[in-house]
């Protein structure tokens, strides 16, 4: 399906198109929020658990013995930049 731009109908066309796909997002978007309080007001959403401040200090000891940071976030399982913070 070609739509062609160069005319009114076809910018037209294509404008209606993407204001409803932003309409559609904001819904989206609302319903979301909507949903997080919710679950918040009955207690059952946390969030995401934080993985790299728990082992802060096993990094900093694996650090001062000269493991790499690469090797760190290689044995861990994680993003190197997360480790690269905690480390210090």
Known sequence: ??????????RLFLNIVGSIAQFERGIMLERQRDGIAAARAAGKFKGRAPTARKHTAEIQALATEGVTRIEIAGASGSAKPRFIVAAG
């Open 1 to 10: 399906m070609g739509i062609d731009t160069g005319c009114p109908t076809g």
